[in-house]
């Protein structure tokens, strides 16, 4: 049995940082343990300029907590809507820090009421972003009402996502927070160019966690848990030692009071023990080896950045987390709240 794992320090590919009085608090978390995030742009009003981007990326760097200041890097994103400039693209190729364009089809999530309406809208955004090679991040749910609940992620490949690619072959596209087998099939089927993020909740957990002993809103989020067997599939492609699978957490923290509620809202916190909650998945599907590839090596590559330099020390040790964090003038709820975890990252 391993009893300590010494990683080069990961990334996390996918974040809410959210803004205001609970940034500190949510920031704090993930610079513990990762050396940069990918920073959704979800925020009211979303971030859909460059200048709304270099502006965030300050208050980000600025609530990072001084003990860790510099060691943490914001790697920004913006919004894409129905009225984004085609110019905004070189404009964000430009700036540096601007890593991708986030496609929330209106509707999808939370905050995703500016989001694109109709795919084809925003087609010229996209065909500049093929030109230029900025990566296109995408919410991949249909928003049809008359589409399950548990079936948009599968349908949104089909019907949306292949014919985009089929019209825009280079495009640089991650898949967002998979969740099914369909989805796992399709990106290995697509080109070099497609990736996907996989969550730690998404490996750990099937759609029973949502209802065991009630209804349980902390394993709410979109896309929402599913069955077993696409939770297996998951964990196969983390595993798997592909470079088109790699880490992001989504993890997406909200008030006790709006999850804790009659319409508790979509996301789950796990930025407290990310990286204790992938070595446990990975360590159950017995592939702790290929942790590293998927958390601190395969992100970078897709997204053309540099392999982090230091690194991170996780031990076989347990600790309960606590059943909930500061948030602002409210407070947060994690995952495994008053649970044992088996590894613990060393500071
Ligand atoms: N994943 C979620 O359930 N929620 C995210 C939005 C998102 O990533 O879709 C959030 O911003 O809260
Ligand atoms: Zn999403
Ligand atoms: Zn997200």
């Known amino acids: 049995m391993i009893d300590a794992l010494e990683l080069v320090r990961p990334d996390d590919w996918h974040l809410h940082l959210r803004d205001g009085v609970v ?3 949510a920031v ?4 513990r343990q990762f050396a940069r995030a990918i920073v959704m742009p979800n925020l009211k009003p979303p971030v859909t300029r460059v200048e709304d981007a270099a502006a965030y990326r300050e208050r ?3 609530a990072v907590p001084p003990a860790l200041a510099g060691r943490f890097t914001p790697l920004m994103t913006l919004y894409l809507t129905d009225a984004t400039p085609a110019e905004e693209v070189a404009r964000a190729r430009d700036c540096g820090f601007v890593h991708g364009v986030k496609l929330y089809p209106a509707g999808a999530t939370t905050n995703s009421q500016s989001g694109v309406t109709d795919l084809s809208r925003v087609f010229p955004v996209l065909e500049a972003m093929q030109q230029v090679g900025l990566p296109l991040l995408v919410h991949g749910e249909v928003t049809d009402p008359g589409v399950d609940v548990f079936d948009r992620e599968a349908v949104f490949l089909e019907r949306q996502l292949a014919p985009l690619l089929g019209r825009l072959p280079d495009l640089r596209v991650v898949v967002e927070h998979i969740t099914t087998a369909e989805a796992v099939a399709f990106v290995r089927a697509a080109g070099p160019r497609v990736a996907a993020t996989i969550t730690a909740h998404h490996l750990l957990y099937s759609r029973n966690a949502m209802f065991t002993g009630g209804v349980c809103p902390h394993y709410y989020c979109l896309p929402v848990l599913k069955r077993e067997r696409h ?4 964990v196969e492609a983390a ?3 592909e470079p088109k699978f790699f880490l992001g957490t989504d993890s997406a923290p909200h008030p006790r009071r709006a ?12 930025a407290h023990a990310a990286l204790e909650l992938y070595a ?4 159950r599907a017995g592939a702790l080896d290929r942790l590293q590839g998927f958390a601190s090596e395969f992100g970078p590559r897709f997204y053309d950045l540099p392999v982090n330099r230091d690194k991170v020390r996780l031990e076989r040790a347990t600790w309960e987390v606590p059943a909930a964090y500061p948030f602002g003038h409210d407070e947060l709820v994690p995952l495994r ?3 044992r975890l088996a590894w613990r990252m060393v500071d």
Not at 231 to 234: F, G, N, P, Q, V
């Open 23 to 25: 940034l500190a608090d």
């Open 28 to 31: 704090a978390h993930t610079a």
């Open 60 to 62: 980000i760097t600025a």
């Open 231 to 234: 939770r297996e599939a998951l």
């Open 239 to 241: 595993t798997s030692g």
């Open 259 to 270: 999850k804790e509620s009659a319409c508790g809202c979509a996301g789950i916190f796990t």
């Open 280 to 283: 446990e998945a990975f360590e």
């Open 337 to 339: 709240a008053g649970e």
